[in-house]
């Protein structure tokens, strides 16, 4: 089984991460994993950045879904 190593070091920590960059990050890791470039501890580690990638996804989300009812609410408010 072929293995292809992703350093470490030159991954932007996820939390300076945009959700385009998140996303595009999860897109590639799913892609190794599928197309069986990576093995199995790597597989994991991968496994593991997709998870925290995720949340960063997530949290972007939660802000993004609160910025729109405040907005939203604001509107409803001025008419």
Known sequence: MPTKKTPKKTRPD????????????????????????????????????????????RDILDVAEQQIEKMTAQETADE
Not at 14 to 32: D, G, H, N, T, Y
């Open 14 to 57: 996820p939390k300076q991460m945009s959700f385009e960059q998140a996303v595009q990050e999860l897109e590639s890791i799913i892609e190794r994993i599928e197309q069986g470039e990576v093995g199995l501890e790597q597989s994991l580690d991968e496994y593991r950045r997709g998870g925290t990638l995720i949340k960063r996804c």
